[in-house]
């Protein structure tokens, strides 16, 4: 059963002065790794471009890039398992991002709480 959207909170940038410092490849995509604030659980892997960074850093929710789809994807729209964004990292080469999230829900379209349920060694 869908949750209702939760409160929008707008994020502030900290050590960059704009999304611009960072490297998108020549899609304009950047990998974001999205992690449990508190268990440290690893949720997904997902994609953002510039607009759906931006979103998402407005509203405080994660917004991605959808590569299949070509378009904006806010997690949880349709399901209702939302990522609140508690903080984004950047790695060293500013070329992938880490967004620690308060998971409402599950993050798998499978139903588990991860995608990395599978253990393969």
Known sequence: MPRSRPKLNKLELKSLRSIAG???DKKGLIPVVTQDE???QVLMVA???KRS???SLDTG???YWSRSRKCLWLKGETSGHFQ???KIYY???KDTLLIKVKQ???ACHTGKYTCFFRQLA
């Open 38 to 40: 508190k268990s440290k």
């Open 22 to 24: 960072l490297k998108f």
């Open 53 to 55: 960074l931006k979103k």
């Open 47 to 49: 994609y953002m471009n």
């Open 84 to 86: 609140k964004i508690k």
């Open 61 to 63: 929710l994660a917004t």
């Open 91 to 93: 790695d060293c080469d």
């Open 104 to 106: 409402i829900g599950v």
